[in-house]
Nanobody, 120 residues
């Protein structure tokens, strides 16, 4: 089995910072692309940022210059550093990862989500 566990969410004032973590565990052979998505109340889930196994990154226009995605391959963990937070960043944040298991089975896995609330 493979699990993704997120941590680091919480309540912060506008202009503040948070760092989210997402740790993958289980029968992992390799991890390819990893990403962060978010879903605000009443809205569809949207892409926040992605990072490839080689370290190439991609960001939603709404977070460029404020959020930074990174990964530690040795720890099977990725991070989302969020600075200059705005009330519109309030959402449940989900991590995902394209993982090949030790049985050479590949698919996208999702974490359970972590709430980020930005007060004005």
């Amino acid at each position: 089995q493979v699990q993704l566990v997120e941590s680091g969410g919480g309540l912060v004032q506008a202009g503040g910072s948070l760092r989210l973590s997402c740790a993958a565990s289980g029968r992992i052979f390799s991890i390819n692309a990893m990403g962060w998505y978010r879903q605000a109340l009443g809205k569809e889930r949207e892409l926040v940022a992605t990072i490839t196994s080689g370290g190439s990154t991609n960001y939603a226009d709404s977070v460029k210059g404020r959020f930074t995605i990174s990964r530690d391959n040795a720890k099977n963990t990725k991070y989302l550093q969020m600075n200059s937070l705005k009330p519109e960043d309030t959402a449940v944040y989900y991590c995902n990862a394209d993982i090949t298991t030790t049985m050479r089975y590949s698919r996208r896995y999702w974490g359970q989500g972590t709430q980020v609330t930005v007060s004005s």
